[in-house]
């Protein structure tokens, strides 16, 4: 019997002597059980790296992806997207020899904002019922900081609500005015070949809310795309920020997905292992052959 509790927070993990025992939420309700599976997604990565460090448990530092989101007109990215929904394409940058990549294309698609305990960031959709004239995507950068630095997922935050101060929200801008050294405006937007699916991101000034060298590495990408798919780098091309993507703490874990704890796994994007559905899923079916082959019988 398999028994679902949706909209029900996990508080903490309860351990003893080593070996997970259940979990207790919110409400102070406890559930018991042989195995745990830690799945909590992005948006509960900072409540896992708090639980593993209350339980001695270490986490490595992951990269942390920090960008901006791209939007133009479809026609520009058809070349791509018609033979390849998603094209992932990796960049280094000159300047700084950062590897950058596009991530989460959507074709036809509409771009949106996100919150995570109410920092608001932006990222994009397709439907498949409607279809806009543009297609965005994302440009990301990541940085794998060093000692003794050890809160990607702070820095992150501290970035998005930088945009969220100025703007309100989300902020845009039209790269021929971030070329240009100059805010955009709802003059100038209205101005721009493309029309920005997000309605009420506020027109402003990235500069001033991404650091020199990400803003340095997007803009060489941008022009390094555009040879692939002229028009990328154009002034009326859309610029939203900030995108930023909190997988940035890592469990110690065994091959099997296991902590430190017996019986404690953890999977999926909050467990620091996967950057997708696909991975995501993947990682699922690790843990439960796993499981499945600690409770078959022994011959
Ligand atoms: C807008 C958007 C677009 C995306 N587009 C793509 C795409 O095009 N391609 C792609 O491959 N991936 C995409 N992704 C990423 C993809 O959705 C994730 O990689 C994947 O869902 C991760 O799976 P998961 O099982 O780790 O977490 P999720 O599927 O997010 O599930 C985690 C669940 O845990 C719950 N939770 C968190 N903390 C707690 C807690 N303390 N107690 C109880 N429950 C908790 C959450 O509410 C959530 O329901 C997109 C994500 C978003 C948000």
Redesign the pocket.
């Not at 996967?274 to 696909?278: E, F, Q």
């Given at each position: 019997k398999v028994e679902f509790k949706p909209k029900?927070?996990?508080k903490g993990l309860i351990v003893k002597n080593g070996t997970v025992e259940g979990v207790e939420t919110v409400n102070g309700e406890k559930f018991f059980g042989k195995y745990v599976i830690v799945?909590?997604?992005r948006?509960?990565a900072e409540?896992l790296q708090s639980e593993a460090q209350a339980l001695g448990l270490k986490t490595l530092n992951n990269p942390i992806d920090v960008g901006l989101r791209v939007e133009v007109l479809a026609s520009v990215m058809e070349d791509l997207t018609s033979v390849l929904y998603?094209p992932k394409l990796i960049y280094y940058s000159k300047s700084f020899d950062d590897q950058l990549r596009t991530f989460?294309v959507a074709p036809y698609g509409e771009v949106?904002t996100?919150s995570y305990n109410g920092v608001l960031t932006v990222?994009g959709?397709s439907y498949a019922e409607r279809k806009t004239e543009n297609t965005n995507f994302a440009i990301l950068v990541s940085t794998a900081f060093t000692e003794p630095f050890k809160e990607p997922i702070a820095y992150g935050k501290y970035l998005a609500r930088l945009s969220n101060l100025l703007s309100g929200g989300v902020m845009i801008q039209r790269l021929g005015d971030l070329e240009s050294g100059r805010r955009s405006t709802h003059e100038r937007i209205a101005r721009s070949v493309v029309s920005p699916t997000l309605k009420n991101a506020t027109p402003g000034d990235l500069s001033f809310v991404l650091p020199y060298r990400y803003l340095a590495d997007i803009r060489e990408m941008l022009h390094a795309l555009d040879k692939i798919a002229p028009g990328i780098h154009s002034r009326d091309t859309l610029l939203y920020g900030i995108e930023v993507k909190f997988y940035s703490s890592r469990l110690q874990l065994s091959n099997c997905l296991e902590t430190k704890i017996h019986n404690l796994f953890t999977n999926?994007?909050?467990g620091g292992v996967?950057?997708?559905?696909?991975q995501?899923s993947a990682s699922g079916v690790i843990v439960a052959r796993e499981i499945i082959k600690r409770e078959k019988p022994k011959a």
């Open positions: 029900t927070d996990v799945a909590p997604s948006s509960g409540w998603e989460c949106i996100e990222n959709e999926g994007d909050g996967t950057r997708g559905l696909v995501a």
